[in-house]
């Protein structure tokens, strides 16, 4: 079973913890004092993080930029397609959001397949730190019921 849920206190360290080269590759340095949205649930395990962020200057209104992690040993198991299912719920049940993007470098072949798998379209490019990336966006609907609870 997949849950989302607020992060607590104390759990930035585990957020930090669960970087490695494969995550600064895709995501860059970080920050010292993570806040995503949500932490990633396996059972009672920690093991990522999703995120949406209204702030990015690029987005239409209504829209929020998606981001998320999930730690090395739990990679490919299908828990960030599940995480942001549940967190494009929560969007759709709790905010005005209406849609969601997400910018994926071309060479990310997990994530190009994770915004595939959750009905993403691409629509163009985007350029940012250096290098261009593909933007996909997916409508924010109401998959009813879920919120930041789990999948399963």
Request: hydrophobic fraction near 40%; charged fraction near 20%.
């Amino acid at each position: 079973m997949v849950a989302i849920r607020p992060p607590a206190p104390g759990e930035d360290r585990l957020l930090i913890a669960g970087r490695d080269a494969e995550w600064e590759r895709w995501l860059g340095p970080g920050s010292d004092h993570p806040e995503p949205s949500a932490v990633i649930l396996a059972g009672e395990e920690l093991v990522g993080w999703v995120d949406a962020d209204p702030s990015p200057g690029w987005l239409e209104p209504g829209g929020v930029n998606l981001g998320y992690s999930v730690f090395r040993p739990h990679r490919r198991r299908g828990y960030a397609l599940r995480a942001l299912r549940l967190l494009l719920a929560h969007l759709s049940e709790h905010t005005a959001c209406t849609t969601a993007s997400l910018v994926i470098d071309p060479a990310n072949v997990a994530s190009l397949g994770v915004a595939r798998a959750l009905g993403a379209e691409a629509r163009g490019t985007f350029s940012g730190g250096g290098h261009e990336a593909i933007r996909f966006v997916v409508d924010v609907g109401r998959p009813g019921g879920r919120g930041l609870r789990s999948d399963g």
